[in-house]
Protein backbone atom coordinates (compact mmCIF):
# COMPACT_ATOMS: atom_id res chain seq x y z
CA UNK A 1 0.00 0.00 0.00
CA UNK A 2 1.76 2.62 -1.33
CA UNK A 3 2.24 6.24 0.31
CA UNK A 4 1.45 9.66 -1.47
CA UNK A 5 2.86 12.37 0.02
CA UNK A 6 1.11 15.34 -1.74
CA UNK A 7 3.43 18.32 -0.34
CA UNK A 8 7.04 16.60 -1.67
CA UNK A 9 4.94 15.53 -4.96
CA UNK A 10 6.76 11.71 -3.55
CA UNK A 11 5.01 8.05 -3.95
CA UNK A 12 6.67 5.87 -1.10
CA UNK A 13 6.80 2.17 -1.32
CA UNK A 14 7.69 -0.43 0.61
CA UNK A 15 10.30 -3.14 -0.56
CA UNK A 16 10.70 -6.19 1.94
CA UNK A 17 13.36 -8.45 1.38
CA UNK A 18 12.39 -11.76 2.94
CA UNK A 19 14.46 -14.82 3.55
CA UNK A 20 16.17 -17.59 6.16
CA UNK A 21 18.53 -16.11 8.38
CA UNK A 22 21.82 -15.43 6.90
CA UNK A 23 20.61 -16.11 3.41
CA UNK A 24 22.38 -12.30 2.53
CA UNK A 25 19.17 -9.94 2.71
CA UNK A 26 21.08 -7.66 5.01
CA UNK A 27 24.13 -8.03 2.63
CA UNK A 28 21.71 -6.79 -0.59
CA UNK A 29 20.78 -3.52 1.58
CA UNK A 30 24.05 -3.00 2.79
CA UNK A 31 25.27 -3.08 -1.13
CA UNK A 32 22.36 -1.49 -2.39
CA UNK A 33 22.70 1.47 0.08
CA UNK A 34 26.62 1.68 -0.11
CA UNK A 35 26.34 2.47 -4.20
CA UNK A 36 23.15 4.68 -4.01
CA UNK A 37 24.05 8.61 -4.56
CA UNK A 38 24.39 10.23 -1.02
CA UNK A 39 21.89 12.67 -1.77
CA UNK A 40 19.26 10.45 -2.90
CA UNK A 41 18.76 8.22 0.01
CA UNK A 42 18.06 8.65 3.86
CA UNK A 43 19.71 7.10 6.80
CA UNK A 44 20.34 3.01 7.34
CA UNK A 45 18.42 2.26 10.60
CA UNK A 46 19.64 -0.55 11.87
CA UNK A 47 16.88 -2.76 14.93
CA UNK A 48 19.16 -5.23 16.26
CA UNK A 49 17.67 -7.69 18.49
CA UNK A 50 19.56 -10.45 20.70
CA UNK A 51 20.64 -12.79 17.69
CA UNK A 52 19.50 -10.95 14.10
CA UNK A 53 18.78 -7.89 13.16
CA UNK A 54 16.28 -5.54 10.63
CA UNK A 55 17.47 -3.09 8.24
CA UNK A 56 15.59 -0.29 6.98
CA UNK A 57 16.59 2.63 4.52
CA UNK A 58 14.78 4.79 1.65
CA UNK A 59 16.12 6.10 -1.30
CA UNK A 60 14.96 8.15 -4.40
CA UNK A 61 15.75 6.21 -7.91
CA UNK A 62 15.92 9.15 -10.26
CA UNK A 63 16.68 7.12 -12.92
CA UNK A 64 13.50 5.09 -12.76
CA UNK A 65 11.30 8.34 -13.25
CA UNK A 66 7.84 9.49 -12.36
CA UNK A 67 4.25 8.06 -11.44
CA UNK A 68 1.90 10.33 -12.68
CA UNK A 69 4.25 12.72 -11.97
CA UNK A 70 4.88 11.91 -8.47
CA UNK A 71 8.90 10.86 -7.88
CA UNK A 72 9.12 7.34 -5.98
CA UNK A 73 10.88 7.41 -3.15
CA UNK A 74 11.59 3.17 -2.32
CA UNK A 75 11.65 2.16 1.71
CA UNK A 76 13.79 -1.27 1.99
CA UNK A 77 13.52 -3.73 4.73
CA UNK A 78 14.50 -6.86 5.77
CA UNK A 79 13.16 -8.78 8.02
CA UNK A 80 14.71 -10.87 10.53
CA UNK A 81 15.72 -14.42 10.02
CA UNK A 82 14.89 -16.31 12.68
CA UNK A 83 11.36 -17.96 12.67
CA UNK A 84 11.02 -16.96 16.87
CA UNK A 85 10.62 -13.25 15.09
CA UNK A 86 7.77 -13.93 13.24
CA UNK A 87 5.52 -11.28 14.87
CA UNK A 88 8.25 -9.00 13.62
CA UNK A 89 8.17 -10.44 9.91
CA UNK A 90 4.16 -9.69 10.26
CA UNK A 91 4.16 -6.38 11.21
CA UNK A 92 7.10 -5.54 8.63
CA UNK A 93 4.95 -6.95 6.03
CA UNK A 94 2.20 -4.40 6.64
CA UNK A 95 1.66 -2.49 3.77
CA UNK A 96 4.11 -3.67 1.35
CA UNK A 97 4.24 -3.19 -1.86
CA UNK A 98 6.96 -5.29 -3.12
CA UNK A 99 9.17 -8.34 -2.00
CA UNK A 100 12.63 -9.96 -2.20
CA UNK A 101 12.26 -13.38 -1.39
CA UNK A 102 16.82 -14.28 -0.88
CA UNK A 103 17.25 -18.46 -0.96
CA UNK A 104 20.41 -19.39 0.22
CA UNK A 105 21.75 -21.64 -1.92
CA UNK A 106 23.71 -23.53 -0.05
CA UNK A 107 22.44 -27.19 0.42
CA UNK A 108 22.40 -27.20 3.92
CA UNK A 109 19.92 -24.37 4.06
CA UNK A 110 17.77 -26.21 1.52
CA UNK A 111 15.06 -26.92 3.93
CA UNK A 112 15.38 -23.09 5.80
CA UNK A 113 14.44 -21.76 2.58
CA UNK A 114 11.21 -24.00 2.22
CA UNK A 115 10.20 -22.92 5.48
CA UNK A 116 11.18 -19.54 5.20
CA UNK A 117 8.77 -19.04 1.91
CA UNK A 118 6.19 -20.79 3.66
CA UNK A 119 5.77 -18.74 6.20
CA UNK A 120 5.91 -15.82 3.76
CA UNK A 121 2.79 -17.29 2.71
CA UNK A 122 1.28 -17.66 6.23
CA UNK A 123 2.07 -14.00 6.98
CA UNK A 124 1.13 -12.62 3.56
CA UNK A 125 -2.58 -14.35 4.53
CA UNK A 126 -2.77 -12.50 7.57
CA UNK A 127 -3.06 -9.12 5.68
CA UNK A 128 -5.23 -11.27 2.78
CA UNK A 129 -2.43 -11.60 0.39
CA UNK A 130 -0.90 -13.76 -2.00
CA UNK A 131 2.06 -13.74 -3.86
CA UNK A 132 0.01 -12.88 -7.28
CA UNK A 133 -0.85 -9.83 -5.53
CA UNK A 134 2.31 -8.41 -4.73
CA UNK A 135 5.74 -7.82 -7.06
CA UNK A 136 7.64 -10.49 -6.37
CA UNK A 137 11.16 -11.46 -7.01
CA UNK A 138 13.49 -14.76 -5.85
CA UNK A 139 17.09 -14.10 -5.28
CA UNK A 140 19.20 -16.97 -5.33
CA UNK A 141 21.89 -15.92 -3.53
CA UNK A 142 25.43 -17.20 -2.12
CA UNK A 143 25.86 -18.52 -5.85
CA UNK A 144 29.52 -18.89 -5.34
CA UNK A 145 29.63 -21.33 -2.64
CA UNK A 146 30.40 -24.73 -2.53
CA UNK A 147 27.57 -27.37 -2.29
CA UNK A 148 24.87 -25.52 -3.81
CA UNK A 149 21.62 -26.83 -5.08
CA UNK A 150 21.57 -26.31 -9.02
CA UNK A 151 19.51 -23.87 -10.14
CA UNK A 152 16.86 -26.06 -11.61
CA UNK A 153 16.05 -27.04 -8.44
CA UNK A 154 15.95 -24.42 -6.90
CA UNK A 155 13.41 -22.81 -9.53
CA UNK A 156 11.58 -26.08 -9.22
CA UNK A 157 10.99 -26.39 -5.41
CA UNK A 158 10.55 -22.13 -4.86
CA UNK A 159 9.27 -20.64 -8.16
CA UNK A 160 7.06 -23.35 -9.23
CA UNK A 161 5.00 -20.26 -10.39
CA UNK A 162 7.70 -18.87 -12.88
CA UNK A 163 8.63 -15.47 -10.82
CA UNK A 164 11.34 -13.59 -11.99
CA UNK A 165 14.30 -15.25 -10.46
CA UNK A 166 18.04 -14.18 -10.54
CA UNK A 167 21.42 -15.71 -9.30
CA UNK A 168 23.18 -13.40 -7.07
CA UNK A 169 26.55 -13.19 -5.16
CA UNK A 170 25.49 -10.31 -2.76
CA UNK A 171 28.83 -9.89 -1.05
CA UNK A 172 30.36 -9.18 -4.52
CA UNK A 173 27.11 -7.14 -5.79
CA UNK A 174 26.51 -9.77 -8.71
CA UNK A 175 22.31 -9.83 -9.10
CA UNK A 176 22.03 -7.55 -6.48
CA UNK A 177 20.24 -4.40 -8.18
CA UNK A 178 18.79 -6.60 -11.03
CA UNK A 179 16.73 -7.96 -8.47
CA UNK A 180 15.83 -4.67 -6.57
CA UNK A 181 15.74 -3.17 -10.45
CA UNK A 182 13.10 -5.98 -11.31
CA UNK A 183 10.95 -5.42 -8.05
CA UNK A 184 11.01 -1.97 -8.53
CA UNK A 185 9.88 -2.30 -12.06
CA UNK A 186 6.82 -4.15 -10.83
CA UNK A 187 5.86 -1.98 -8.07
CA UNK A 188 5.99 1.01 -10.63
CA UNK A 189 4.01 -0.92 -12.78
CA UNK A 190 1.38 -1.88 -10.57
CA UNK A 191 1.10 2.29 -9.15
CA UNK A 192 0.86 2.82 -12.85
CA UNK A 193 -2.24 0.74 -13.58
CA UNK A 194 -3.89 2.39 -10.84
Request: proline share 5%; with cysteine.
Amino acid sequence: MSLINYSSREINCKIVYYGPGLCGKTTNIQYVYNKVDPSTKGKLITLATEMDRTLFFDFLPLELGQVKGFKTRFHLYTVPGQVYYDASRKLILRGVDGIVFVADSQSARYDANIESLYNLHENLEEYKLKLDDVPFVLQYNKRDMDNIIPMEEMEQELNPEKFPSFPAVAVKGDGVFDTLKCVAKGVLKKLSNN
